[in-house]
């Protein structure tokens, strides 16, 4: 079936750095990659929408300027934490809408803790 | 606010019995719904799905009904297997833009 990766899968930053995650489909081409963070007890809380070759579209209250998006390829989107804070630790989830069948599938997810 | 609920996060059923998981929202613009199933360390992967046109969709073991006026659907699995031990979401989506999750259940099926 198909797959979406996600790398790294965990990643521990200082206060004030910035962070890149990939999300990738590896089998498919995704013409619509999204953006989740999941809050502990708390369904995934989209963040930002992202179409190949095109600015995302960030949800209302997610700073576009602090998570960068970058969506290059139809298989490959960017989430990059810019200046990571302690309250920036989460697990972010990407996913990606498979362009044949208009499926969504989700990435493994990548856990961020900013020290 | 919670546009999709999933009011118990846990449950727990015996091997071969039914489970069933259910799942309430508040949009009724919402035209699909589908249920993922995730277990720890992995993202979800996508179970089964049913358009608000339908009110049930079987595939297998997992069927999902859907009742629009009461807002609600939900997903049985019979028989039940170990190996269905997980956690559950429900999302809804209008149009073909993103997901609503829910806060997912966490079925346990005990051998």
């Known amino acids: ?115 | 606010d919670q546009q999709v609920k999933q009011n118990s996060p846990s449950l727990s059923v015996q091997e071969g019995r039914i489970s069933i998981l259910n799942c309430d929202y508040t949009n009724s613009m919402f035209d699909y719904f589908l249920w993922y199933k995730k277990y720890p360390a992995e993202g979800p992967t996508f179970l089964i799905s049913i358009s608000s046109i339908k009110d049930k969709n079987e595939d297998g073991r997992f069927t999902v009904f859907l009742n629009k006026s009461a807002k609600h659907l939900s997903l049985h699995i019979v028989p039940s297997q170990p190996g269905d031990s997980a956690v559950y979401f429900c999302a809804a989506q209008t149009g073909a833009n993103n997901l609503f999750f829910g806060t997912g259940t966490r079925l346990t099926v005990i051998p």
Request: charged share 20%; hydrophobic share 35%; net charge positive.
């Open chain 1, 1 to 115: 079936g198909a797959v979406v990766s996600q790398h790294p899968s965990r990643v521990i930053c200082k206060s004030g750095t910035s962070v890149k995650i990939e999300c990738r489909s590896l089998d498919f081409q995704a013409t619509t990659m999204f953006w989740y963070r999941q809050f502990p007890k708390k369904s995934l809380m989209l963040m930002a929408t992202s179409n190949e070759g095109s600015k995302a579209t960030y949800e209302q209250g997610v700073e576009k300027d602090k998570f960068l998006i970058n969506h290059a390829s139809l298989t490959l989107s960017t989430l990059t934490v810019t200046s990571a804070h302690p309250e920036d630790s989460s697990f972010y989830i990407c996913s990606a809408r498979e362009r044949a069948t208009d499926t969504q599938y989700f990435g493994p997810g990548t856990r961020l803790t900013v020290l």
